[in-house]
């Protein structure tokens, strides 16, 4: 397996709890501009929305969810200039959906976040000539 970049360095995490009505992707948007947060990731997450914002794999539109709905999973990374989540949510009979986490998802009850930092890190988006994206580009602080 080939790897462009790999690098270790220590972390630091934050808690955080959003509340009813509020918007999760503002939200976080607005806690890595406030802690000027450099290379984070989501290492955990537990709450429900009301509203879901999906982007599916290879589509180019966001399907808008509504209704009652408990998060299984949000994972991925975060930095001052971007994000790449994707987000699992399950409805009242357990069926699932994921996909690429979009603006538009309303917190339900609560949204218990803790997101991790990499201290000696900074993440960045850069054209990747393979897959045809801005991808994860590592670097030293």
């Keep these: 397996m080939t790897m462009l970049?790999?690098?270790?360095?220590?972390?630091?995490?934050?808690a955080l709890r959003l509340l009813p009505?509020?918007?999760?992707?503002?939200?976080?948007?607005?806690f890595v501009q406030q802690n000027q947060l450099l290379a984070a990731w989501i290492a955990g997450c537990t709450g429900s929305l009301t509203d879901v914002a999906l982007r599916y794999a290879g589509?180019?539109?966001t399907t808008l969810l509504t209704g009652?709905?408990?998060i299984i999973s949000l994972n991925g990374t975060l930095e001052l200039t971007g994000e790449h989540l994707h987000l699992s949510v399950s409805d009242p009979q357990g069926r699932m959906l994921g996909g690429h986490m979009m603006p538009g998802c309303t917190v339900r009850t609560t949204l218990e976040l803790v997101i991790g930092e990499l201290k000696e890190l900074v993440f960045s988006r850069q054209p990747c000539p393979l897959s045809g994206y801005d991808e994860l580009h590592i670097s030293p602080r």
């Design 5 to 14: 970049h790999a690098s270790s360095s220590e972390a630091r995490f934050y």
């Design 21 to 30: 009505g509020q918007e999760m992707f503002s939200q976080l948007h607005a």
């Design 59 to 61: 589509q180019e539109a």
């Design 68 to 70: 009652t709905w408990e």
